[in-house]
């Protein structure tokens, strides 16, 4: 391994929350460097992601994999400017002349360039981020504009609690039109919550109560499945995949899971979940990626993604990586809370709510986006506290009737 300084133009405050990553932004299990020491690299290529405190953006991670075996020093915001500098110059360059709006992703870019031959690198980083975020979200709504409008899409929410089987939920339809239960059995109360989909015409999805422990019993999902037969669409046979390291026998598990959910119920689709991030250092991509390799027989990813775990032109990128799964993609994201979480912000909370709709819905692989159904420490919820549509699913339910006016 390599040996690398890392510098910071004062925007780096905790080097606890610095994450290694490999070249494609999985996050490695490797300890971040201290402060004032040299730090021994992981394997080129690889990536570095820190959530620094940007004027404009808040306080979110920020990711760059421009980096190789002979780097040997780099100023932090400097380095990651020029990733994200680069990638909005890119999509400006390729999709202005197509007819995408690029204005305000050009201005920033602009600003970008300016600040960096003064070598004001956090206002750079800034500014190169805000060019970045400005052009997927142009693009993502030409594209919609240009499709007329996205069919056949599942606009959902997610319960935790067995309490939340009493939750009224026909405040939320429309858009409602699938609930996601993740804890599941058959006496912890759920059964009201099945009744009201039946009634509002509503997709279930389920977690299997076992899913994210293996060795798993064949016998008990199909028992599970067997159960709720008729009553849920959307299995996610195996879950939390990001805790589990690949490897050829969790595949064929995985795979003789999947084989007996489909004997259990012929019409389900079955979902391998996983979550994506970088506070929480993992990703499910490599065992995904080797079931689908193996032909481990399952319809689609379930993805799970934290808001503070990226740019929106991160989660845009996410996206299209896990889209070349070949896959379709069920989406499940956090909401950023209008005080924030932890030591993470999200200026215009609600603003950025309608981009990642309009980024997610612009991706036709994927057919799903999920919310929590209540608030939570770290995401706002789709219900508020009074039991009403909050304004974040407002706004969600402004960008799902927009995208049904284009089908008309």
């Known amino acids: 391994m390599s040996r690398l300084e890392i510098r910071t133009a004062g925007a780096v405050d905790d080097w606890t929350l610095l994450r290694w990553t490999n070249g494609e932004g999985d996050a490695l299990s490797l300890a971040p460097p201290c402060v004032g ?12 992601a820190y959530p620094a405190l940007l004027k404009g953006v808040g306080r979110v991670y920020l990711w760059g994999n421009s980096f190789h075996a002979r780097t040997q020093q780099i100023v932090l915001e400097r380095n990651l400017a020029d990733c994200y500098f680069r990638a909005a110059s890119t999509l400006v360059r390729q999709y202005a002349r197509r007819g995408a709006p690029m204005e305000t992703a050009q201005e920033r870019l602009q600003q970008a360039q300016a600040l960096h031959r003064e070598q004001r690198w956090v206002e750079c980083l800034a500014a190169s981020v805000a060019a970045a975020e400005a052009s997927v979200v142009s693009l993502a709504r030409a594209r919609l504009e240009r499709m007329h409008g996205r069919t056949a899409f599942l606009w959902g929410v997610w319960a ?10 026909a405040a939320l339809a429309p858009p409602l039109n699938l609930i996601t239960l993740r804890k599941l059995d058959p006496s912890d109360g759920r059964r009201p919550l099945l009744q009201q989909a039946q009634g509002m015409r509503t997709a279930v999805a389920a977690f299997w109560a076992e899913c994210d422990r293996f060795p798993q019993s064949v016998d008990a999902l199909r028992d599970a499945i067997t159960a709720y037969r008729g009553s849920v669409r959307y299995w996610n046979i ?12 969790l595949t064929q598990q995985i795979g003789a899971l999947c084989e007996a959910g489909r004997d259990a119920d012929f019409g389900i689709m079955r979902l391998l979940h996983g979550a994506h991030g970088f506070y ?19 319809e689609a990813v379930h993805l799970e993604w934290q808001w503070y775990d990226g740019t929106l032109y991160d989660l845009d990128q996410l996206l299209e990586r896990y889209g070349e799964l070949g896959k379709p993609i069920h989406l499940s994201i956090s909401l950023p809370p209008e005080g924030g979480y932890s030591v993470f ?21 994927v057919v799903a986006l999920q919310v929590p159904l209540r608030a939570t420490a770290s995401s706002a919820g789709a219900l508020g506290s009074d039991g009403q549509p909050s304004a974040h699913w407002q706004q969600i339910a402004q960008v799902a009737a927009w995208n049904a006016s284009m089908l008309d």
């Open 238 to 249: 195996a879950a939390h995949l990001h805790h589990c390291k690949p490897s050829e026998r």
């Open 280 to 298: 929480e250092a993992h990703s499910p991509y490599a065992l995904l990626a080797q079931c689908t390799e193996a032909g481990v027989p399952y």
């Open 37 to 48: 020491e040299t730090a021994t690299i992981p394997p080129a290529p690889f990536g570095i």
């Open 345 to 365: 912000s999200r200026d215009e909370p609600l603003a950025w709510v309608e981009q990642a709709c309009l980024i997610a819905l612009s991706k036709a692989y």
């Open 160 to 169: 935790e609690e067995p309490a939340d089987g009493e939750t009224p939920l």
